[in-house]
């Protein structure tokens, strides 16, 4: 009987949850996001009963706030206007860009009910829409071949879990006897292996950078970097529940994601055809996996031809500058780092790169506007995706 109960339960809290939204819409929705010639950006909600509603997204010029105790940019929301029940805004002409929004309704963060894809950056979830044109066509879906993006789930007797990772195979690979190059991309604090797929939108990029031969055909490899998860959130039999980067969750992390990362090695080279060498492997990672990228490039000296410092920072000290001379002595095709001068990790990466000037580490400094934010994240990909390999 008690089952039975909270089943009614539910099911009434979910009703009356619905028909609260309804009545706050008045049951309908209306075109929104519209994308106008110009390539301004008209928002709409329908919310008759709503007191002041905004919209918010990174389409707004940010200012600067406080996340989790660090300095960073946040996102300012814009009041809408409402005539007859519809709230509406319209933005200035934007650039080329995916953008993400939200609805403040009230004082209480919605989704836009009129658009239905949203994605998961760590534990919020926003709408987005893309602005066509320059970078905006590198992410969309296009009308070229497409490749094949696979969730595995692989050993790591390092961690004592079984995994998940998602692994992008490119066009042609399924109907081939060809080898490929091999791509380890890493996320950042809270992502996993979702993120990079997601809100980087690796597979839209990969493809069409392939199709107009500006790319390799290559393998790329997400891995989730957390290492107390077996996957992200909702694929585990952890269920739904968010947990920390680097070590929450109901297990405690044995080892550290670097001292783990020839788990995942040995998994794709024995499972995909890939091209077993230096020169046909790179590592690349944002923020918490910039630092993977890091540690893992120079604990394996010989292993990659291409590495990418994506907002973080390495160190150069008595114990790194050995492994690193080890790379200079091996020899790599690539070593870059990159960065927003916004970006609370800038002052790191600057650091890094002058070390690494003053031990004449050959390198590239990738320097961009804005801060720790996916915007940037996308471009390094794509402008790393198409240096590697060649």
Request: net charge negative.
């Amino acid at each position: 009987m008690k089952k039975v109960f909270t089943l009614v339960s539910v099911m009434l809290m979910a009703v009356a949850s619905l028909s609260a939204q309804q009545s706050l819409w008045g049951g309908q929705t209306a075109k929104s996001p519209e994308i106008n010639p110009d390539n301004s950006v008209t928002f709409r909600l329908v919310a008759p009963k709503a007191v002041k509603v905004q919209v918010g997204g990174d389409f707004v010029t940010p200012v600067m706030g406080e996340v989790n105790g660090m300095a960073m940019e946040v996102t300012n929301p814009v009041d809408m206007k409402e005539v007859n029940g519809v709230w509406e805004y319209t933005t200035e002409p934007l650039a080329s860009e995916l953008y993400s929004y939200y609805f403040i309704v009230d004082g209480m963060t919605i989704k836009d009910p009129s658009n239905v894809y949203m994605i998961r950056d760590v534990n919020s979830v926003t709408n987005v829409f893309i602005i066509p044109g320059d970078k905006g066509d590198i992410y969309s879906v296009q009308d070229v071949p497409h490749g094949t993006v696979a969730k595995r789930w692989y050993d790591s007797p390092t961690l004592g879990l079984t995994r998940r990772m998602t692994v992008y195979t490119p066009a042609g690979y399924e109907t081939s006897k060809e080898k490929y190059p091999v791509f380890y991309l890493f996320h950042g604090s809270g992502g996993d292996e979702e993120s990079w797929m997601d809100l980087g939108r690796t597979a839209q990029i990969l493809d069409n950078l392939i199709a107009q031969g500006k790319a390799k055909p290559m393998i790329v490899v997400v891995t989730n970097g957390n290492p107390a998860q077996e996957a992200a959130a909702g694929y585990s039999d952890e269920n739904f529940a968010y947990t920390p980067a680097m070590g929450g969750g109901t297990r405690g992390g044995v080892a550290t994601f670097p001292e783990s990362f020839k788990d995942v090695q040995k998994f794709i080279e024995a499972n995909y055809r890939t091209i077993n060498k230096k020169s046909a492997r790179a590592v690349a990672g944002l923020s918490m996996g910039g630092g993977h990228t890091f540690t893992i490039s120079k604990d394996y000296p010989n292993t990659f031809d291409y590495v990418g410092i994506f907002s973080a920072s390495g160190q150069v000290t008595d114990e790194t500058r050995p492994q690193l001379q080890a790379m200079q002595k091996n020899g790599y095709s690539l070593y870059v780092i990159a960065c927003g001068n916004t970006d609370f990790v800038y002052n790191g990466a600057v650091n890094y790169h002058k070390q690494l000037n003053d031990m004449g580490f050959e390198h590239e400094w990738w320097e961009s506007g804005g801060g720790h934010i996916w915007r940037n994240w996308r471009i390094y990909l794509t402008d790393f995706a198409q240096r590697i390999f060649k």
